[in-house]
């Protein structure tokens, strides 16, 4: 049996942290007391191999999915509920950015066309067509 690395650790303990919906400062809480106890239990059992600790640790799937039965029901659907605003707000202000930026560009257009009477930036063709024979 090999020795379990902090790595192997660190890398359980990410695990467990994606499979939480929510990062406050509990979670974060939460993790850091995951992999203390965890590296006392390694430092306790040198010997011990990565299916032992999952083992006595249980899977991250299972950590996470503990973690989050043990929450009061209210408190976790108001941060599900504040994840939600907060991802549909980043996503409003991104939409507003980009809507801005045309408006933006189109006023500098018009601009660039009333005082040099010339676009810079070419959004149509200006050009007549030339015109075909059909005989």
Avoid at 6 to 28: A, F, G, M, N, S
Avoid at 76 to 83: G, N, P, T
Avoid at 99 to 121: H, K, M, R, S, W
Wanted: with cysteine; charged share 25%.
């Amino acid at each position: 049996m090999s020795r379990i690395s902090d790595q192997e650790i660190r890398q359980y303990c990410r695990q467990v942290r994606r499979l939480l919906p929510v990062h406050t400062q509990e979670e974060k809480q939460f993790i850091h007391t995951l992999q203390s106890d965890m590296e006392a239990f390694v430092k306790e059992n040198p010997e011990i191999s990565l299916e032992d600790l999952t083992d006595q640790f249980h899977s991250p799937k299972q950590v996470a999915s503990d973690y989050l039965a043990s929450l009061n029901h209210t408190r976790l659907c108001s941060l599900l509920s504040l994840r939600s605003h907060v991802k549909k707000t980043i996503s409003l202000l991104l939409i507003l950015a980009i809507l801005a930026g045309g408006c933006y560009l189109a006023l500098l257009q018009v601009a660039d066309y009333i005082f040099d009477n010339e676009p810079t930036i070419r959004i149509w063709r200006t050009e007549p067509a030339e015109e075909v024979d059909h005989e």
